[in-house]
């Protein structure tokens, strides 16, 4: 049976400033990647679900936020942290611009990413915990019967959400 961690990215991973997409405005939040090393050690994929209308409002492109990501990705290896995938909604249903204005089932609430991450890495919903810091992660999580817990945006004791993990 294989566990997923999942996590928002904006105001759980890194200090939500509205629209980061440059390597120089990405700050991680402190603990972030202790939470996660013993998160892997009690053998929790980790993957990051995000919402990410910038690129539906034309703040930013698809390339940019995949070139932001893969660096991301790296900053938690380096720290001896694997990212199973990072699952990204880039639509919005009334702000977005040509092919991005649409409603879909991926960005949350919609439950479209998370399914998608149960079913190609095979988790047990049950056994797995989002972490977000809005309404709609938790109602994502509800649709997809995934346990969750809403934290304060920018503001995560990762202390204490360690007693979370099984």
């Not at 202790?34 to 929790?44: D, E, I, P, S």
């Not at 990051?48 to 409002?57: K, L």
């Not at 930013?60 to 909604?89: N, P, S």
Request: charged residues 20%; glycine residues 8%.
């Amino acid at each position: 049976m294989n566990k997923g961690l999942f996590l928002d990215r904006d105001g759980v991973i890194n200090v939500d400033k509205g629209y980061v997409h440059r390597i120089e405005d990405f700050d991680f939040l402190p603990g972030i990647f202790a939470f996660c090393r013993q998160a892997r050690a009690l053998g929790y994929k980790i993957f990051v679900v995000t919402n990410q209308s910038g690129i539906a409002r034309g703040f930013y492109t698809e390339r940019t936020f995949l070139a932001l990501t893969a660096w991301m990705k790296q900053q938690f290896a380096d720290r001896g942290v694997h990212i199973e995938a990072v699952f990204f909604c880039p639509h919005h249903p009334s702000a977005g611009r040509g092919q991005y204005l649409q409603t879909c089932e991926c960005r949350k609430p919609q439950p479209g990413m998370l399914n998608q991450a149960l079913g190609e890495y095979d988790l047990e919903a049950s056994e797995c915990l989002l972490i977000g810091d809005s309404q709609s992660d938790i109602d994502a999580a509800n649709r997809a019967h995934i346990p969750s817990v809403k934290v304060s945006r920018n503001g995560v004791d990762f202390a204490q959400l360690q007693a979370l993990l099984k």
